[in-house]
């Protein structure tokens, strides 16, 4: 009989995917990442057995999260300021941590919108908005697209005239969907969410010298269970996670190099 209970226990493990037998890796990303994350996370787990599950939403909102606790094995920011502020705390393993991608600041308007490119001066832009519309980014003191719109317009000289009439959403895939709908005439995006959203194109390029360098750091969390978010971070340095992300306009940051916005 106890010969019968160990095959039959051995006969199920066996029936056990790789998936199934393996566990989950949580991410928390930023919201940017939402369409190359999840295509590489497939790859990963059909490589690997490992499943992946991500949370996306602003850095700084996942970041209170971790430090408040939350389950996440590893974590992408949309900037160095939100991981610089788990590493201040110890919430990460700093040996882990790597500069992995890079993007581009855009204005997006919605597809159809009869607006050519826009220039970068109060006029250009007033004419865009017309007398009442917003321009939808992040929100500026927290989010990190809200963060890198600021600090653009502010070198820009727009800040005094574009500044008040931000709509200021969660996150950029929220203040992405604000123009998409037609709820914004323009938007503060990155290059790689205006690729996301058919619905939307890209009116204008911000200076690469306008803002901070638009850099997305990874790095294992602290309390971080098993192995699968060292070895999802590793696969995700690879060549064979390289095509995710060009795909969706972000470039990848070369080991050792710093990291500029391309």
């Known amino acids: 009989m106890l010969k019968r209970l160990l095959l039959l226990c051995a006969v199920g493990l066996v029936g056990l995917t790789p998936a199934q037998a393996a566990e989950a890796t949580t991410v928390f990303a930023a919201a940017s990442l939402k369409n190359a994350l999840d295509e590489a996370g497939k790859a990963f787990t059909a490589e690997s057995g490992i499943p992946v599950r991500a949370s996306y939403a602003a850095s700084s909102a996942l970041a209170r999260q971790i430090e408040q606790g939350a389950p996440a094995d590893l974590f992408a920011s949309a900037d160095l300021e939100w991981m610089d502020y788990l590493a201040q705390r110890k919430l990460i393993r700093p040996d882990t941590r790597v500069n992995l991608l890079a993007n581009r600041l855009v204005v997006v308007a919605q597809k159809q919108a009869a607006l050519g490119e826009i220039a970068f001066t109060p006029e250009s832009f007033a004419r865009a908005l017309g007398p009442d519309g917003r321009l939808a980014t992040g929100a500026v003191n927290a989010v990190p697209i809200g ?6 317009f502010e070198k820009l000289g727009l800040w005094a005239s574009v500044g008040p009439r931000l ?3 969660d996150n950029v895939r929220a203040a992405l969907a604000l123009v998409s709908r037609g709820e914004a ?3 503060v995006v990155y290059e790689s969410d205006a690729r996301s959203d058919p619905g939307v194109r890209i009116v204008g390029v911000f200076p690469a010298d306008s803002h901070p360098p638009v850099v997305y ?11 699968g978010a060292a ?3 590793a696969f995700l340095r690879t060549a064979a996670a390289k095509p995710f992300f060009e795909a969706q306009g972000f470039g990848v940051i070369e ?3 710093a ?3 391309q």
């Open 147 to 152: 963060k890198y719109a600021k600090a653009a």
């Open 185 to 187: 005439p323009l938007g």
């Open 231 to 233: 070895r999802f971070l």
């Open 255 to 257: 080991a050792g190099k």
């Open 167 to 169: 709509a200021q959403a």
């Open 259 to 261: 990291g500029a916005s």
């Open 217 to 227: 750091p990874f790095a294992v969390t602290a309390e971080a269970k098993g192995e």
